[in-house]
């Protein structure tokens, strides 16, 4: 009996403990849910701004990378993770999101105006001003459009309808930049900040954008009565490669008696062409010569010109011959390519290296940017160039080591450069330009001003020795880094309202609106220039997706093409065509919703 008494007092004991110990459990579980709760719910945290940002850039990234019918809305899918987000209230601060918003803009359009700058003016040459017009006129007609929807569809009288439908023509045009320019230039209309959520226009027409496009470009297509085998065939019968900086190398016998006892500077002077003598083979001493160097009858020179001289250049001299430059163990001749990559040299003329007269060697072409260009001497080096350097081996070494030939020294982006550039272009940016009819004065802002100063930075900056070389994957690292800063921003901002307007409001209007300004300007566009300027079919392609600033048109294009036809015409008309779209967004904004 006493034993099942003390088994007993024992049971109702250890009972006690268990349920101290459950409450103790279920108290603390309580409070690790609390604090979690709070990560996700305490606005004012540094910690939940942080998680904010990575949770929706995350997701947004991932869900991006899901093809619907082989396409996929990429990073900008950041955005929609943003309007989640948003609706279900995980916010932070206005001025954060603006300061993260504002920032990542800059970020963005300063590295593109970095990366398009080198080519922004070259870009106007033969073929590319009539590609440049037609995309400048598919931004026209986006406009006229968007404003022919305005007039038909919505009421004129509410002043927040005009502003929606600017964020609904960058939705259509899948052009983010223009969305931030647009959204600034807001800030100085709408002074009382009760700013036009325009992020949800441009989400609403953003999907069908990126489908529009490619849709509207295969329709154009049918429209002429196209076949994509003829057009293959053509571009194989068109070189490519700008003929007049493409290097071109032939090894040439003197046998015009004129020539006898001239120098290689003469024989420049007498062609009025340009072109590197490489080697020079006198009396079976094969040399490296200079421009004072003297030619005789029967001697054979290596010569490197552009492609279009080569033909007069071997009438002038004499005829081709074959020879074997290195297989005279005797002359230790050898070319090797050497990286630019001391910043002493940028910006500096072969002229201005006297490489012939001082080392006794020959620059005979140039690399850059994955493209060939001859050594003409008024060229400038730029740090991450590669020069093929050609002359006696311990003298290709001096070179080498001038040239600073260091592949490590380009790892790292030029971070000075950058900021500098950045506090310029807000400087720039801010310059007030008063305007009659405008009731504030036309500012370049945040977008244009970086982007402007960019572009001439990466087209002259060493001129004020500023280094403007990045690798392309650190561009495209910092790039991407703004753009997703930029897209969770506005996505947070406008997600508290997004439902409201598409459900309740005219979502569905801006949708249909978007899809007419997506469409008809490439119709329009891509058959004159397929009918009028006779371009090839795969070179619109790319020229529509350049002038979109839409990089899932142009990889539909490529996978369609075998050739660099639709690469090229992108890259042609982009630089110019990004720039008139951050330009125009805050043009009409200012002169339209003023």
């Known amino acids: 009996m006493k034993k099942k008494q003390k088994l007993d007092k024992f049971v109702v004991l250890m009972s006690k403990k268990y349920l101290n110990l459950q409450r103790f459990l279920i108290y603390k ?4 849910i609390d604090w979690l709760t709070g990560l996700f719910t305490n606005t004012e945290s540094i910690a939940h701004i942080v998680l904010l940002y990575a949770l929706v850039i995350a997701v947004g990234v991932y869900l991006g990378k899901i093809k619907f019918a082989g396409i996929s809305l990429g990073v900008t899918f950041v955005l929609f993770a943003g309007i989640v987000a948003g609706h279900f209230g995980m916010t932070a601060p206005t001025s954060t999101l603006n300061f993260v918003q504002d920032f990542g803009l800059i970020l963005f359009v300063f590295m593109i105006g970095l990366q398009v700058g080198p080519g922004f003016f070259e870009s106007f040459k033969k073929g590319g001003v009539e590609l440049n017009m037609l995309a400048a006129g598919a931004i026209v007609l986006n406009i006229a459009v968007m404003f022919a929807c305005y007039f038909c569809f919505f009421d ?27 959204n600034e230039a807001l800030n100085a209309v709408f002074t009382n900040g009760d700013i036009p959520q325009i992020a949800n226009g441009y ?16 329709a154009i297509r049918y429209i002429t009565r196209t076949k994509l085998e003829q057009e293959e065939k053509q571009l194989e019968m068109e070189s490519a490669d700008n003929a007049n ?11 015009n008696t004129y020539l006898e006892g001239k120098t290689i500077q003469q024989l420049r002077d007498f062609l009025n062409r340009t072109f590197i003598a490489s080697r020079l083979l006198h009396d079976g001493e094969v040399k490296i010569p200079r421009a004072v160097s003297e030619v005789h009858l029967n001697d054979t020179l290596l010569i490197v010109c552009a492609e279009t001289d080569a033909e007069a250049i071997e009438a002038f001299i004499g005829p081709k011959v074959e020879i074997d430059w290195d297989s005279d163990e005797e002359t230790p001749m050898v070319s090797k390519r050497v990286v630019v990559t001391n910043p002493k040299i940028n910006g500096k003329t072969l002229n201005d290296l006297h490489l012939s007269r001082i080392y006794g060697v020959n620059i005979t072409r140039v690399t850059r940017q994955g493209m060939d ?6 060229l400038s080096l730029l740090v991450g160039d590669r020069v093929m350097v050609v002359g006696h081996e311990e003298n290709v070494e001096r070179v080498k080591d001038m040239m600073g030939n260091s592949s490590k020294r380009l790892d790292a982006p030029n971070i000075a450069t950058i900021f ?14 008063a305007v009659p009819g405008m009731p504030v004065p036309l500012k370049l802002g945040l977008a244009g001003g970086p982007l402007i100063i960019a572009i001439l930075i990466g087209r002259y900056g060493y001129k004020v020795k500023l280094v403007t070389y990045t690798t392309t994957s650190a561009n495209l690292m910092l790039r991407e880094i703004g753009l997703v800063l930029f897209l969770a921003s506005v996505g947070i901002k406008a997600g508290a309202s997004f439902i409201d307007t598409v459900v309740a409001g005219d979502g569905l209007m801006y949708v249909l609106c978007g899809l007419f300004i997506t469409v008809i300007p490439i119709l329009i566009i891509g058959t004159v220039a397929r009918l009028k300027y006779k371009f090839n079919y795969f070179t619109i392609m790319g020229m529509l997706a350049g002038t979109y600033t839409d990089p899932p048109a142009l990889a539909y294009a490529n996978s369609c093409c075998s050739k660099e036809a639709p690469a090229v015409g992108y890259s042609t008309v982009y630089p110019l065509s990004m720039f008139l779209r951050i330009l125009t967004a805050q043009l009409v904004v200012l002169f339209a919703c003023g």
Do not use: E
């Not at 989400?203 to 295969?218: E, F, H, Q, R, W």
């Not at 500098?420 to 330009?433: A, D, H, M, R």
């Open 156 to 182: 004129t009288t509410d002043v927040r309808n005009l502003p929606m439908m600017v964020g609904t023509m960058y939705g259509a045009v899948t052009n983010t930049p223009g969305l931030g320019a647009a």
């Open 29 to 32: 579980f309580l409070m690790s």
């Open 373 to 378: 260009i001859f050594a003409n001497p008024s």
């Open 420 to 433: 500098v550039g950045i506090i310029v272009g807000l400087i720039f940016g801010s310059i007030p330009i």
């Open 203 to 218: 989400a609403c027409a953003y999907p069908l954008g990126v489908v529009g496009i490619i849709m509207a470009t295969i």
């Open 245 to 255: 900086v493409k290097p071109y190398m032939l090894n040439l016998t003197v046998k």
